[in-house]
Structure formats: C-alpha cells, structure tokens
C-alpha cells in the first residue's frame, strides 16, 4: 500500500512548531479503540490529526511537541513492547520504534504521562489543545495545569493559555503536498476502478449489496482495506434519499441506480458518485436528467480555480439547474426570482461540495473573516451537484417522479486551473451505456 514517508511527517511538525512559536507546548492524543459489540472491536482507525503529525497508527500514545527543548522537541507517549499482548493482539513499535521508525527525538511508556507532562507544561505560556474530543483526556490536562498552579509560589510557572489545536493544524491540512496528492490520486484510481467494475456488474435482479461487494473486492484488492465512508448503493426511490446505506434493495428493469463510494488509502479519502440506469439504457426522462446535473457539474467545476470564491462554484450549480428545470418544464418562472426564492430546493438541496483529505468531509473553513475563502493551490475538494424528485412528489409529472441523479468528482486546485483526479470513471451518458454494453468507442 503507498504511504507517505515520514519525512513528510516531520515536516509538518516542524511547520507547526514555527506557527505556535517557542513559548508552546502542542498536545495530542490518540484516537481511543472503540467497542463495536461485547469483546469485538472495531478497525481500528487513528485520529486524522494525530496521524497527519506522527504517521503512528497505535492507540493509546499521546504525542507532545514542545519548540525548543533541548532534550528533543517531539516526544511520543506509547504503548511498551509486550511479547505476551504482540502475540494475541499485533506488533507495537514500543519506544525504541517510535525513534527508530517515526522521527521522534523521544519516548517514554504511555503510563508515565502523570510524571512527565507537569514538567513539559512548566514555564509554558501557551497549551495547544483539542478540546471536547476526549473528555477524560481533558480532566487529565487541566489536573495538570492546576498541579501547576497549586506550585507558582514555588516558582513554578503554570500555562496562561490554552487555544484550540485545531484551528493551526487544520489551517495546514488545507493545502495538500506533492506526496498528499499522489496518495489521493492513487486513491480516486482505486475509487475509479471500483466504480467501473460495478457499473459493468450491474444488471436488473441483483441486490444493492451484490454492487457494494464489487466496490469492497476492488478497493481491498488494491490495499485500501476501508472505505472512506460506509458506501452509498441506492436504486429506483432510493436514489432521492442523500444518504442512504441501507443497501439491501433488489433492482429492477428501468431503475437508476446512484453509487456513492470511495476508498480510504494512507488515511486520504476518495468520493465520488456515479448514476447511471441498472439495464444499461437510459431513459429519456433519466437522460434528460442526467444531462441537466452533468452540465451543472462541468460548468461548477470550470470556475474551481485560483482566486475565485468557495461559493462562485455553488452559485453556479444552482442557476445552470435552475435553468435547466425551467426548460423540463418542472419549475416555472423568472429565473432570478427563483434562484432568489429557493424554488430549486426541493430538487437540490444540498451544497455542491466540500473540503476533501484525511476526512471524507474534510477540514478547513469555507469563510474567513466573515468572506468566503479563496481558492488555492493545493485544496482539494469535490463537486457534486445532484437532482432529487422525491417519488411522492405531486408538484411534477408523474415521469419524473423517484429520479435521483448526483454526479461527484474529487478535484485539485492547481497553480493555473483545477485537475480532476477522478477523471478515471466515465460519466457521459453515452460513454456509460457503451461500457454496460461492454461495446468499444470511438
């Protein structure tokens, strides 16, 4: 499986260490195993900012950063090698390996956190820390900061401050490195690749299901073991329902069938989304549709560059939509008035994407002071402009009615434009019907 170096990693420790400035301490635990059911687990899966800082994939270990300290300024708190538990539960790095293997300057046994960390917090002025994540992890912090101050008059200097760790690193996890999006490219070819093999798979009379086991088999045979998010395989009416996973329908002669799935490779996210119809054909109520959402998609995509706003791409989506339902005769009126009044909200009412990276909805703010962020190079996001005609909907013709249509894709701000790195999935109507028919085109 490709995996950044950890060079990458202590870059960005380095790059942390510069924002928060010599006079802070950078604190951050791991992502606790959590119980799926009685003694069973689930995959584990570390924190997203914990792994873009340490590359460490263990549970309980907490990693301190402190600019300066002679001793070494990255620590990582772990687990102790034990042949016993190894046996029965998988390799630790131990200490040594958290040095040898991660970069850090030091490590210590995860149980002397209590003796250690009072001294590494001592003559602080600033604590960098996530708040709300794990609230018993919190009450150990402020025990120690209030162990701190309880010694002042023995001139021990306790933290002034405390700022949310957050607001640094995932200001840094915006912008995606060179090694970033090679992972991310290879991951939406992983994606890419799984999509195809369910659209040529599929056929009326199988079940949702058989289609996300095809998404499983390409994605685990390719080495990202996970999905990003739990897949999306929703035909007929159940294309209309955003987030549906109960995958468990048989479909039939005539349906759509909108697939909404990526795999998870390194921690990095695919999503992307796909519609296309079950029998290989598209209807002309389904095509006109789908043409409608594929040009929304297009345009909305043309305006993801350099300098243009995170909402110009939204705003665009909606009229190209709006219009477009005017046309099909589904709405009807002034177009203005009903871009001012919502009236497509019905058929859209979602965003047409989000931040994409570690997290399948990534981090970063969409505003800024209040302005709607820029774009930059290095962001990543998606487009995915959709339409939704909810089958009990009695304001439109009956034949539109249960048609549900999203098209996504993951794409790269780049110095001079955007570049799709899902590219590697057909969604022009005719190219899908051509590869369900299994026919070659020119």
């Known amino acids: 499986m490709k995996k950044l170096a950890i060079t990458e990693y202590g870059k960005r420790r380095q790059q942390l260490m510069q924002l928060v400035g010599k006079n802070s301490v950078v604190i951050l635990p791991a992502a606790p195993e959590k119980i799926r059911n009685r003694d069973a687990e689930y995959l584990y899966r570390q924190d997203s900012d914990f792994y873009y800082l340490s590359g460490f994939n263990e549970s309980e270990a907490v990693l301190v950063i402190a600019p300066g300290r002679k001793e070494g300024e990255c620590l990582l708190f772990c687990r102790d090698r034990d042949p016993l538990k190894e046996t029965w539960h998988g390799r630790r790095a131990g200490q040594d390996g958290a040095v040898q293997i991660f970069g850090m300057d030091q490590a210590f046994s995860v149980g002397e956190l209590d003796h250690y960390l009072p001294g590494l917090l001592d003559g602080r002025q600033t604590v960098y820390y996530t708040l709300g994540v794990l609230p018993e992890f919190d009450t150990r912090l402020i025990g120690w900061i209030n162990q701190l101050k309880a010694q002042e008059r023995q001139g021990v200097v306790a933290p002034a401050a405390l700022v949310g760790l957050d607001t640094v690193v995932h200001e840094m996890r915006l912008f995606k490195s060179e090694a970033e999006i090679a992972i991310m490219r290879k991951a939406c070819a992983i994606s890419a690749g799984a999509h195809r093999r369910a659209m040529t798979a599929c056929r009326p009379g199988l079940f949702e299901y058989q289609l996300e086991a095809e998404l499983q088999h390409e994605f685990i045979h390719h080495g990202a073991r996970v999905p990003a998010y739990n897949s999306i395989v929703g035909s007929g009416d159940n294309a209309c329902i955003l987030h549906y996973t109960e995958n468990e329908r048989q479909m039939c002669e005539g349906d759509l069938v909108l697939i909404d799935a990526g795999c998870e490779l390194d921690s990095y996210a695919a999503d992307i989304t796909r519609t296309f119809p079950v029998n290989g054909v598209f209807s002309p109520e389904q095509r006109a549709l789908y043409s409608l959402v594929l040009s929304a998609q297009m345009q909305a995509i043309a305006v993801v560059v350099p300098g243009n706003s995170w909402i110009a791409f939204h705003d665009v989506a909606v009229r190209t939509l709006t219009e477009g339902l005017v046309n099909l005769d589904i709405l009807a009126g002034d177009i203005e008035q009903l871009i001012k009044d919502e009236a497509y909200r019905p058929f859209y009412m979602h965003g047409t994407g989000h931040w994409l990276g570690m997290d399948v909805h990534d981090v970063g703010r969409h505003k800024v002071d209040g ?64 590869l369900m028919k299994e026919q070659v085109c020119s």
Not at 371 to 376: A, D, K, L, P
Not at 389 to 395: E, G, Q, S, V
Not at 405 to 423: K, M, P, Q, Y
């Open 371 to 434: 302005q709607w962020r820029t774009f930059e190079p290095g962001m990543v996001l998606t487009v995915e402009p959709g339409l939704y005609i909810a089958p009990n909907n009695t304001d439109v013709e009956a034949k539109w009615r249960g048609i549900g249509i999203r098209i996504e894709d993951n794409i790269l701000v780049t110095a001079d434009g955007c570049d799709v790195l899902s590219s590697g999935i057909e969604k022009d109507p005719d190219a899908i019907e051509c």
